[in-house]
């Protein structure tokens, strides 16, 4: 069943097309990873999601409800933090949290919220004037999750914490989604993106290229190999990436298609040691990110 | 539809809860101001016969223009001289806390992403706005009430507790009205400062036809809504239905707002963003370059606003003349029959000079805080960590307020000798041009000051408060009898009243002085202090 569900949702600025087309489908309880390289739309996508931007054409919807006319219905029951957090000067963090909990209509869980201002060591009685980018991302986090929602929305929330916080933050998260929540997290962190996503959208220009979870994703695309071998290694031509002769053996990337030539090649030059790696979502990534290069 | 103001009662609560001493600051000292004055008023002119003299000296085109028309002056009496003295620029102030706070609870909140969070809660589309609309009504029933009640309870004879009334609430209805075309404002202007700058805009645009009208087109000021409020003709004749006209288009001009907000992207202006140039010119490379540049646009509407100023202050100098040869009682009564109507208006033309060089210091104290505001906003450090200095920056805005201060200036002083020399025969352009000339080392002070505090890194308030303070001594010292002390702790007193006084160099060289001293302060201090941001 899919809490969020959008449909070739398109949005211009002007004379600029920010969106083209976007489809994205984000199941209950799972959580959903949202990567692209800068200016691609993860924003634009995300603010039309909560009924700030009013979309160009086409429609999405959350909990089935229509995200422009039902929104202030939908938002009772999501939470959205967003990267660059900026909060009233001369008030308190304790203050704001509670003022942002209290206007999504629920009373503020006060044992909840004290468990999250220590699980975040933040200080609530500070001016937020005085925080540091950190600490109103952290403001802002708590003020998310202190509230019992049940769609999450995170624009690269954890672009201020340090590890250590963003391993607490996973757990939150982790959490969420075993109560049953979801969560659409857009980040520019792979390797977060990757621990905890169930799945993954792609998005570029505008368009989303690729839809999976991490092992279709994986089909997609290349696996690394480093081989050494009694003879001289001839390969075909095709399929073979960033190639690398080292001392003792070879080093490259091989698509997917020619995998079966390639292990045959390999094997009549007489391996004596091979590994494989499994391509991370960063050579996934990288991958997409080359091409688009090329048509700039 | 009831979503879209969904929860516009708990954004309200959190407005106020944010607005507690912005309240206070404002709404309390209008309110003390006012009950204050008529205090000072009444102790002044006890008798019929000061009244009277009082009324005579105020009886002119160059007052009224500043002022509003002067009603029941047959008896002057002190509701009459509150009404006529004070009540233009109260609703002045009232308009501008409007502008400053309404802008802030919507553009402002917008440009720095706030609003995306408050809107990603359950909260109607325009609950933000409605809710500033409902402060602002809220503040204005405080302030109408305050001001109505305190000066009812003076019991003063000529203060009916009907004129009372009425006299509050026509400031708050000018207050309110202008909350409104603020919130239009913000729906237009893509930034706060161009929302502030649009509405001030309307503002001055607003209080300078009126002025035209009151004198002498017949009809203009009713293009005014500051026109509309004093036809209410307070203390006097009381009439209500100004008012309610200035209400029904407040209601207007907020139903307007919400639509054209209900119509746009948040953060987006109705006016599309262009693209612009690819590479940074020469110019625009250099600090000093940089610096004028972004301030480029303000300086040419501030240069054309103070030619347009003094041009109509100008062209009203020609009716001094005319009122002054028609009314014999006027002469007997300021005891000046050797004085020629010449001389009268030499006498305006420095008063004036004064008045409007006051207003030229304002966009010249906006220039040199707008380091400040660079700081605030964590754009300095970049600029800082490069080979620039931070007093060069100090520096390079120092001698920005001092061009910007010769063009202010001097584009009023045009304005102003170009059209007194056409209506007032006679009358050389030169005399109105270095008459206004002279207060530029008054305005250097000003400018100093404001370097000071951006040197100190707080206290910003304090050019404000000073230049405020001057305005006060030469708008109302005369007509409450400010010991001399008081006046001369304004700068612009020690300037040479040109045509009326003899030219005092030394006056002269010792403001300048004092403002090059102030300035090597500000660049030490600022040297010395850490950077916010
Ligand atoms: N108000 C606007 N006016 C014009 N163009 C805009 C506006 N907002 C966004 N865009 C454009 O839309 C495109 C998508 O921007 P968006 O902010 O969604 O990118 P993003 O994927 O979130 O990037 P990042 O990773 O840097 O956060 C960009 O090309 C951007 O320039
Ligand atoms: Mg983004």
Known sequence: ?296 | MRAWFSRTGSILLWQLKQDRLRLVIWLVPIIAVTVLTAILFEGLYPDEGDRQRLAQSVLNPAITMLLGPAYGVEQYDIGAIMAHQMYLFTALATAIFSILTVSKHTREEESLGRMEIIRSLPTGRLAPLAAIMIHHTLSFVVLASGVGAGLYLLSVASISFEGALLYGVGISAVGLFFAAVTAVCAQLAESSRGTISLAFFVLIFSYAIRGLGDVSYDGLSWWSPLGWMLETRVMVDNHWWPVTLLLVMALLLTGLALYLNAKRDLGAGLLPARQGPRNASKWLQTQVGFTVTMQRVSIIAWAVGMLIFGATYGSVLGETGTYVAEIEIMKEMLNIDQLTGRALIEEFVSMLAVIITIFATVPVILSMYRLAKEEKLNRLESVVATATSKQSLLGIHLVIGLLYSLIVVSAAGIGMGLMGQRSVDGLQFMTVFETMMAYLPAIWVMLSLAALCVGIGRWLWITWAYLGYSFVVVYLGGALEFPEWMNKLSPFEWVPSLPVEDFKLINVLILTGIAVLISLLALASYRRRDLAG
Not at chain 1, 145 to 158: G, K, M, Q, R, S
């Open chain 1, 1 to 296: 069943m899919s809490v969020l569900q959008t449909n070739g949702l398109t949005k211009r600025f002007g004379q600029v097309e920010a969106l083209s087309g976007v489809d994205l489908e984000v199941d209950k309880g799972e959580i959903f990873g949202f990567i692209g390289p800068n200016g691609a739309g993860k924003s634009t996508t995300i603010r039309i999601l909560l009924g700030i931007l009013k979309a160009t054409a086409g429609e999405a919807t959350i909990f089935g409800q229509d995200v422009w006319h039902d929104a202030v219905k939908i938002h009772k029951r999501i939470a959205y933090v967003p990267g660059d957090v900026n909060l009233w000067p001369n008030l308190t963090g304790g203050q704001v949290i509670d003022y942002l909990v209290h206007l999504r209509g629920q009373k503020v869980n006060q044992e909840r919220k004290q468990h999250l201002i220590e699980r975040f060591q933040l200080d609530p009685t500070k001016k937020c004037r005085t925080y540091s980018k950190g600490n109103r991302q952290k403001v802002a986090l708590v003020a998310a999750f202190a509230a019992d929602c049940d769609l999450y929305i995170l624009d690269e929330p954890t672009s201020g914490l340090d590890p250590l916080m963003e391993r607490k933050f996973q757990e939150l998260i982790l959490e969420a989604k075993a109560e049953g929540k979801s969560v659409l997290l857009s980040s520019h962190i792979l390797s977060e993106v990757e621990k905890l996503c169930d799945r993954i959208a792609i998005i570029r220009d505008g368009e989303v290229i690729e839809t999976g979870t991490m092992s279709d994703l994986r089909h997609l695309t290349r696996t690394h190999l480093y081989v050494e071998t009694e003879k001289t290694l001839v390969l075909p031509d095709q399929g073979i990436h960033e190639w690398k002769e080292t001392d003792w053996g070879y080093q490259f990337q091989v698509d997917r298609e020619v995998l079966d030539d390639v292990m045959q090649a390999i094997a009549q030059a007489g391996v004596t040691k091979i590994e494989s790696a499994p391509p991370t979502l960063e050579d996934l990534f990288m991958r997409h990110y080359d091409v688009g290069e090329g048509d700039v």
